[in-house]
């Protein structure tokens, strides 16, 4: 096997993440089977594209594989990994997506055999969305993915995981399974459940105040969008990360307290000093970056609130070669007109985009 574009590839759990794989993966050449309990998203894999043929077992998908990716629901991912063992060939790799890390590789180090390599994996991208309709080939671009380090798997075959999921326009990282842990208790499962504290307390009040959501704007959006995520999916992984997610809590905790403190006993300084200090952490992040690794040069377009308004700014961007490597439609002025985030390539691509929108009338200026 000269490249690992030779590897044979199967993919177990075809939802939002697995089904993204399998897209971005086809896309770059590889040969992908894959298998999901749920036949129609097996089927509807298929038909997109994500997966190359259609098997009908699990035996006949992960047979003639040499490296298995599992895209399950958490509490699943071990299970998967023993079930798969007796079908294998000698010398696979299993590398799995799953959201938190020292549980899986605590539940899969004891029957896992010499024989066989795991990389636990974790890319930092992903959705509030569900199933392998939400599925996307570039979710992966520009997004940072996490391997973990295993004590039986050498480097190298991590480096080899590593060189397949590249090509997904991911940048890779390796962490110890319980650092990784801990960050993603702080930047993610801690983020899922304010979303979801937030939503349920403006819930209650709109039960005594019939229309309060209805005037909730960019901020409340901005802030609860991944409370939408699938609740089982979420249980899941709070529930396996639970000392991280309680340490965060912690943390949390006390900042809420010392915020409110600041209001009860009417201290501005205390106050503005307190949000002086969360502006700054939170521009620590920086605004170029999707996740934390790769400098995106980012624009910021004004467009009336009508059909082709977006293509239009694609189409002049388009027409002087200008390639997009990322876009958000910032929903939050909803119906007097809209905003678009695009990321450009480099410094000079965003200049000349800058340049471009302007001849055309358009607002638009860096982020
Ligand atoms: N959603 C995100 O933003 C995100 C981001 C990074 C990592 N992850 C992780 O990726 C994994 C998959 O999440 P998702 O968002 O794609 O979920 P999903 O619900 O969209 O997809 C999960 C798929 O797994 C299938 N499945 C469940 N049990 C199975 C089993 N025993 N055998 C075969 N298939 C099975 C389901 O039918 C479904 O199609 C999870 O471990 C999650 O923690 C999710
Ligand atoms: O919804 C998104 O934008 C995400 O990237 C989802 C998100 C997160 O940021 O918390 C959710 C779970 C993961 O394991 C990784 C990413």
Same mark, same amino acid.
């Given at each position: 096997?000269?490249?690992?574009?030779?590897?044979?590839?199967?993919?177990?759990?075809?939802?939002?993440?697995?089904?993204?794989?399998?897209?971005?993966?086809?896309?770059?050449?590889?040969?992908?089977?894959?298998?999901?309990?749920?036949?129609?998203a097996?089927?509807?894999a298929?038909?997109?594209?994500a997966?190359?043929?259609?098997?009908?077992?699990?035996?006949?998908?992960?047979?003639?594989?040499?490296?298995?990716?599992? &895209?399950?629901?958490?509490g699943?991912?071990?299970?998967?990994i023993?079930?798969?063992?007796?079908?294998?060939?000698?010398?696979?790799?299993?590398s799995?997506?799953?959201?938190?890390?020292?549980?899986?590789?605590?539940?899969?180090?004891?029957?896992?055999?010499?024989?066989?390599?795991?990389?636990?994996?974790?890319?930092?991208?992903?959705?509030?969305?569900?199933?392998? &309709?939400? $599925?996307?080939?570039?979710?992966?671009?520009?997004?940072?993915?996490? =391997?973990?380090?295993?004590?039986?798997?050498?480097?190298?075959i991590?480096?080899?995981?590593?060189?397949?999921?590249?090509?997904?326009?991911?940048?890779?990282?390796t962490?110890?399974?319980?650092?990784?842990?801990?960050?993603?208790?702080?930047?993610?499962?801690?983020?899922?459940?304010?979303?979801?504290?937030? &939503?349920?307390?403006?819930?209650?009040?709109?039960? $005594?105040?019939?229309?309060?959501?209805?005037?909730?704007?960019g901020?409340f959006?901005?802030?609860?969008?991944?409370?939408?995520?699938?609740?089982?999916?979420?249980?899941?992984?709070i529930?396996?990360?639970?000392?991280?997610?309680?340490?965060?809590?912690?943390?949390?905790?006390?900042?809420?307290?010392a915020?409110?403190?600041?209001? !009860?006993?009417?201290?501005p300084?205390?106050?503005?000093?307190?949000? #002086?200090?969360?502006?700054?952490?939170?521009?620590?992040?920086?605004?170029?970056?999707?996740?934390?690794?790769?400098?995106?040069?980012?624009?910021?377009?004004?467009?009336?609130?009508?059909?082709g308004?977006?293509?239009?700014? =694609?189409?002049?961007?388009?027409?002087?070669?200008?390639?997009?490597?990322?876009?958000?439609?910032? #929903?939050? #002025?909803?119906?007097?007109?809209?905003?678009?985030?695009?990321?450009?390539?480099?410094?000079?691509?965003?200049?000349?985009?800058?340049?471009?929108? !302007?001849?055309k009338?358009?607002?638009a200026?860096r982020?």
């Amino acid at each position: 096997m000269n490249t690992v574009i030779d590897m044979n590839i199967a993919i177990v759990g075809l939802g939002l993440m697995g089904g993204s794989l399998g897209l971005s993966l086809a896309r770059s050449g590889f040969r992908v089977s894959g298998w999901d309990s749920d036949r129609r998203a097996q089927a509807e894999a298929f038909k997109i594209g994500a997966i190359s043929r259609l098997t009908d077992s699990l035996q006949e998908t992960v047979a003639g594989a040499d490296l298995v990716f599992v &895209a399950t629901p958490v509490g699943w991912i071990a299970e998967t990994i023993r079930s798969c063992l007796p079908l294998v060939k000698p010398g696979v790799i299993f590398s799995d997506l799953g959201s938190i890390k020292q549980m899986v590789v605590d539940q899969v180090s004891p029957f896992l055999p010499d024989a066989c390599y795991f990389v636990p994996g974790h890319p930092m991208t992903g959705s509030e969305q569900q199933g392998i &309709a939400a $599925a996307d080939p570039f979710l992966f671009q520009n997004a940072a993915y996490i =391997l973990v380090e295993h004590p039986r798997t050498p480097a190298e075959i991590r480096e080899r995981v590593g060189k397949v999921l590249a090509t997904t326009g991911a940048h890779l990282l390796t962490l110890g399974a319980a650092d990784h842990d801990r960050i993603v208790g702080m930047v993610s499962h801690l983020p899922h459940l304010i979303a979801a504290v937030l &939503a349920k307390t403006a819930g209650t009040e709109e039960e $005594a105040r019939p229309g309060t959501l209805n005037l909730a704007a960019g901020g409340f959006r901005d802030t609860t969008r991944v409370a939408t995520g699938s609740p089982t999916l979420w249980e899941g992984i709070i529930a396996g990360n639970k000392q991280m997610v309680l340490l965060a809590l912690d943390s949390f905790q006390r900042e809420l307290a010392a915020a409110r403190q600041f209001i !009860a006993e009417d201290d501005p300084a205390g106050l503005t000093d307190f949000l #002086r200090q969360a502006r700054d952490v939170r521009l620590q992040i920086p605004a170029k970056n999707k996740g934390f690794l790769t400098l995106l040069h980012e624009l910021v377009v004004t467009i009336e609130d009508r059909p082709g308004a977006i293509h239009e700014v =694609l189409q002049d961007l388009a027409d002087v070669g200008l390639n997009i490597k990322d876009i958000e439609i910032l #929903r939050v #002025r909803e119906g007097d007109g809209g905003t678009l985030r695009l990321a450009l390539e480099n410094e000079p691509d965003a200049d000349r985009a800058l340049a471009v929108l !302007a001849s055309k009338g358009i607002k638009a200026k860096r982020r």
